[in-house]
């Protein structure tokens, strides 16, 4: 059974079915908790901003270009472009309320922040680990790989999201990597003779951040 395409359930949610709403939601929330969290950080109001984000769908869902009516991957991409934009200007909100010094006092007050990477050798806990590390980089680099290599935007799609230029996009996306890589690469004991390029080895292991900060 084919499933409706995001333009059909815009459609189906202006005309009030409550259920084409719902499956919006089902669809992009994880990208946008992901993309939220990377902005905010672990303790933060994230899924409260994800929440208002889909507020805003919900009182004024965006139309759709004539041109991308009818093609579900245009059509997904197009929503998905406007609700990372949205849950970016609601997370800016966010921190200009409440400031980045209250926000970092708060993750440095967080146990599970502030432990070494030794403890995570010892309790062979590499998932934390690689989320802690995460958290630990600037916002705009953790903001930019989140959206890269979890939520699989295209350069141009962070730009446009983040309204940064595509160069300034792959360059926190590379300092960002060898910046995770060459935090985690004592935590995850590479096997001898592995790559030792850190950016190879963060990308390897995606399949572990992905289950993490979601």
């Known amino acids: 059974m084919t499933r409706d395409t995001d333009g059909q359930l815009l459609r189906a949610h202006r005309q009030g079915d409550v259920r084409a709403f719902t ?4 669809r992009h929330e994880s990208c946008l908790l992901q993309h939220a969290r990377a902005i905010l950080g672990q303790g933060s109001p994230y899924e409260d901003v994800v929440q208002e984000a889909f507020l805003k769908l919900a009182q004024t869902p965006p139309e759709l270009p004539f041109e991308v009516q009818g093609d579900e991957r245009l059509e997904r991409a197009h929503l998905l472009s406007w609700l990372h934009k949205v849950t970016r200007n609601c997370c800016m909100d966010v921190m200009r309320s409440e400031g980045r010094r209250k926000r970092r006092e708060h993750e440095v007050a967080n146990p599970e922040a502030s432990e070494g990477g030794q403890s995570a050798v010892e309790e062979h806990d590499t998932r934390a680990a690689v989320k802690r590390e995460l958290d630990r980089l600037p916002p705009d ?17 962070i730009a446009e999201i983040t309204g940064k230029k595509i160069g300034t996009v792959g360059w926190l996306v590379s300092i960002g990597l060898k910046a995770l890589g060459e935090q985690l690469e004592p935590l995850l004991a590479m096997p001898e003779g592995s790559s030792r390029n850190p950016r190879a080895a963060t990308s390897s292991r995606m399949d572990v951040i992905q289950g993490e900060v979601s």
């Not at 680099?141 to 799609?157: A, C, I, M, P, W």
Request: no cysteine; proline share 0%.
């Open 141 to 157: 680099q953790r903001e930019v790989l989140v959206l890269r290599l979890l939520g699989d935007r295209s350069y141009k799609e």
């Open 23 to 26: 499956e919006l939601v089902q």
